[in-house]
C-alpha cells in the first residue's frame, strides 16, 4: 500500500510539476538545473513510489497522463504551503533583520544599487540582499514562482498575486558619436533621428524591446546587425561610429562622467523614460515592511539621485 511507502520529497514534487509545464523533459532540466538524466530518474522513482505513470512519454513528445493531471493541484499546493511555510518562518523574527531575495535587471542594478544600498544599510544594518540579475519577464515569473522576495524593475506586467509602489522614472538619454552631424546640441527633434540606425542590446533584454518601440514611433530603424550584450559594448559600438544609440540616465549618470568621443542629448518636446518599481507578492508575510522599505528607497533615491531621475510617489485613494 502507498501508506507504506516513502512520501514524495518536495524535490520530486517540483520536478514533476515543472516537466508537467513545460512537457519537455529537456527544457524542464534546464529550469531546474539539473540534468536530464537525474530528472527523468526522479520522475521514475516518484512513479514508482505512487504505483502511478504521471506522464505519457512517445517519440513525438511528452504528455500529461489522467493520473498525472489528477495529482498536479495538489503537487503544486504542496509547493506553494512550503513556500509560504518558509516565509513566515523567516519573518517571525523582525523583518529588518533578515535577507531577502531581491531581483534587478542588469541594465539598472550596477548603476543604481551602489548609490542605495550603503545608505540602506546604514539605517537598517541587520537587513541583507541576496542580489540577482535577470530579465524583467524573468524577474516577474521568478516573484511568482518564489525564487525572488522582492523585485526592483520596469514592471509592464499586473497581475492580482503582485503587489508594487513605484520607486522613479528614469530618462533614457540619446547618444551618438562626436562627429555626428546633431553632436553638441543639448536637445534634438525627433524628426532629425528619422532612418537613424539604432543600436540596441539583444532582445533578451527588456530594454530592446523599448528601444523597439520608440524607434518604430520615431521612424528610426533598429540596426539588426549588430546588438550589444551590454550597456557598456553599447556604448563602444556607438563610439566607433556605427550608429547611435538611447542609454538608460542612470549609466550615463555612473559612467560617462567624461563621455570621450560621444555626444548626450535628449529628445525637445518628447521625454523618453522608464519607469521603475518594487514589487512583491501580495501573500508575502513582509508585505507591509516592503511598503516602508519602498518609502526609504524613495528617500534615498531622491536625495542621492534626484538629479538623475525622478521619485514618483504612490497613488492615494
Known sequence: MLSDRKNPSLNQLRYFVTVAKKLNFRRAA???????????????TLESQL???LFERSRSGTLLSAHGHALLHYAEQVLKANLHFHEVARNLSDG??????L??????GPYLLPHILPDIHRLKPGLKFYVREAAPDQLFQ???????DLILSPMSTTNSQIQSQPLFY???????????????KTHIH???IRNEQVLT????????????EICLQLGANVARDYEGTSLDTLRQMVVMGMGVAFLPGLYVHSELHKPEALHVCELADMPVVRQHVLAWRNTSPARAFFRDLSALMRTIIRDRLGDAVAVTEPATS
Do not use: C, W
Open 201 to 212: 542590446l539583444e532582445n533578451r533584454h527588456h530594454f530592446h524591446h523599448q528601444v523597439q
Open 51 to 53: 504505483e502511478l505513470i
Open 170 to 184: 528614469e530618462p533614457l538619454k540619446f547618444v551618438m558619436p562626436f562627429d555626428h552631424p546633431q553632436a553638441g
Open 142 to 148: 521568478g516573484l511568482l514562482t518564489g525564487e525572488y
Open 190 to 192: 525627433p524628426e532629425q
Open 30 to 44: 534546464h529550469e531546474l538545473g539539473v540534468s536530464q538524466p537525474t530528472l527523468t530518474s526522479q520522475i521514475n
Open 103 to 108: 531581483g534587478i535587471p542588469p541594465t539598472l
Open 96 to 101: 529588518e533583520n533578515t535577507m531577502y531575495r
